[in-house]
């Protein structure tokens, strides 16, 4: 088993993961758009072998999906994650629907909402094949992904306690959501009522207590009886605004001259 | 087949076979076939057996030939195209496919050469027609196909349908685009340009250290590179916005890479160029990536207009030979086809232009393109945008946007509905159902951004005028509960990172301006704004103007 790297830092407060850009010109290179080497979750231990074998060719065959399949129960298994694979599998289901394996593409939509903030699933989102466009365990998972994007916290866990079940294909997905959520939160907040970071992550007491400890130093600075405060990042703290008059002296004399006179 | 059409059909061949190929030549006869055509009037062109002999049976140049017929065909709004006819179609691209793919090392291609004269060159605008007719007609099928099988057109055509359901399938068509695109060596051709700087061909970049890539001929660059602008319009229309993306990457590296399109084989067709920084900035727009969004529209806006203008002089200065030789004045002649479709494109991308520029406002946009967006044509679109209605932004993109396309086809209810010939309405691929088009998905999934930009945008409009704010007096101001407005701030802050997250920029460039909240109190800092170094030196410039002013009078 592959040891979990801690994966919710702020973008930016550490070091980022991702390719460096190259030259001035950002549009240049995908490679900095592929959430799967981001801050999210580690590649998968077969990344190299299904990359250079199963999707090199970029080909989509009906012979793949058998493999991508194997790959995506492998990183459930392992708390890995690969982006392009996982998107191949479900595009291969959109193009020969006999194939398509709901219970698959639940995983595959969870796996997504662990790699937030980058919008792996709302890229998914628009392969998704017909029929499971009405299946009822994809809209929970959809209501619950727009829940957590329009930052309706309360809405999102009770949805999440009343259909656990659609939830549990990913052992641990509740406690990662629950990071991501509280990353969010350190992003925003300098400091804050404990309510609302209880509202947030759906925890209270000292499970919150406990929860938020767990989380410091690295998202959380300090927890006080009734506030949060927050570690200083990117985010939270203002920035320093670097003042660049377009007037130069020159005129400026010339100008006050003349108010003088 | 009357004189006129043979000797067209000698002259294409000459032109493309010719010993010193000539471009210019090529492309002139080439648009011919528009003209020579008008004679057949509703009926097909003549088939490949018939002009075979005019050609020396040369096999390869009779598959361009039967494409331009096909092309010619279904092109004609007369002739109502069956499913019997995109067989034909079909087969004869895998033919000419197909002779490619396995001709790796070019081996057959040399022999045809040697048999005919010399080798096969056509121009880069005739192969990007016949990559964009073959996803074109891709399109169609899947589109006929599915109506034919909900609602039964008739008996016969249903049954051609089943009959051949192995023409027209995505995979096929993505392999072939695939396969194009590798044995063409085109991506290879373009990193070898790309490192050495030269031009895109192998012989501008001897720089010594870097081998040369050499591809298998001539026809098979052209049609791989053209291959890649394809496929990124197959994967824009099957959803894949981030595929698209990195499959026209060669291409567009090329393009920012060599100056003004000199030598550069995508701007042989104005169309080709517009049609895919179209696809690529509406594959920004879907991934949410903005800037890039705004950035690609403005830069093929700016393309657009600038051929427009060497059009219109090219025109002008030909009008006004043809006048001094005819002595009265002389009628424009009409725009042509290709550049009336670019026109009709440009109209969408501009389209889209204001969508992304209303959701992500806060970037530059250069003058002469703010002044077309404004003006007379754009007027209606503007103000649909300017409603700040999600519903009409939502149908101003429906319309703005290519018809998405449902790939797979589900051929066992359709057999389930023969003979009934009622509608199936589960929505595949036709109407009814509650999505209605498999486009319907892409319709809501945006709709819904578009809902969520606008919230966050009407509070950013407040933030921006503060540099504290308590929630009280915010939630005064929009008439929203401070908790929403609290709630509202988070989600901003979530689309921030995701912003950052996909651009792999500081949000100082996403979004112009930062905030954060000590406990209710929201601190903002806004980024530099141009307006107010604009106000600077308006005023400098005006004390100037009125000192000179008061100089002159005191004289």
Redesign the interface.
Known sequence: MQPRKEAFALPYATPSKTAPLSGPESNSSMANANPGISTGLPRPSSYNSVHSNVLGDGLYTQEKVKHLEEYLQLQVKEGSYDFEANKSLLKLYLLYPPLANNENVETILLKALLNLPATDFTLLLYILPEKLQTDENVLTIKDAAEALETARYADFWSILNSRAAVFLAIPEWKDDIRKIILTVHAATYKAVDKAHVSDGVGLSGDELDSFLTANTPGLVAKVEVDRVIFAPNKENQPWVRKYKEKVDLQNMLGILNRLAA | MSAKFKTFVTRLHGAVRAERPNEERIQEVYQESEEVAKEFNNDPWPKAEEVSALVQEDRVFLLLYTEMAFQAFFKNKNMKATMEDRVGSWQNYSALFTALIQDEAGDAMTEAARAHGAEVMITGKWAFDIIYEFVYQFQEACQYRASALQSAINESELQTVLDHKDVWT??KV??FL?QLV?VSKVREVLEVASLSKGSAEGEGGGAGAVPLVTYPSKLHYLLGYFALVGLNRLECL?????NA??VA?PV??ES?SVHAGAGLLLSSSIIAQVSLHYHIGLSYL????YH?AI??FVSVLDVYFKYMESVKQQQRAQQQQQQQQQGQPVQPPPKNADDLAAGKLVDKVAAMLLIVHHLCPGQHIPENIRGHLTGEKMKDKLRHVQSGDVDEIVTLFVVSAPKFI???T?YDAAASSMGVGGQVG???GGSGG??GT?GG??RI?FA??VR?MLELRKLRDYLRLYSTIGLEKLSAFTGQEPENI??????Y??????L?????????QSLDF?Y????DMV?V?AG?HENR?EV??HF?HE??KL?NLARTLRK
């Open positions: 995505v995979d993505f392999n695939h590798k099957l959803g894949d916005f981030q993306l990195s990457e567009m590296e920012r879907m991934i949410r990536k890039e950035k690609t449902s790939p797979a589900d589960t929505g595949r509650r999505t498999y998905l892409q999934v819904e951004e969520q609290r709630r509202e701030l988070v989600q802050k979530h689309k921030l990172l995701q950052e997250a996909s651009t792999g920029s500081s949000a100082q930062h954060y909240l000590d406990g601190h800092d530099e170094q600077s030196k400098q004390i100037r000192e």
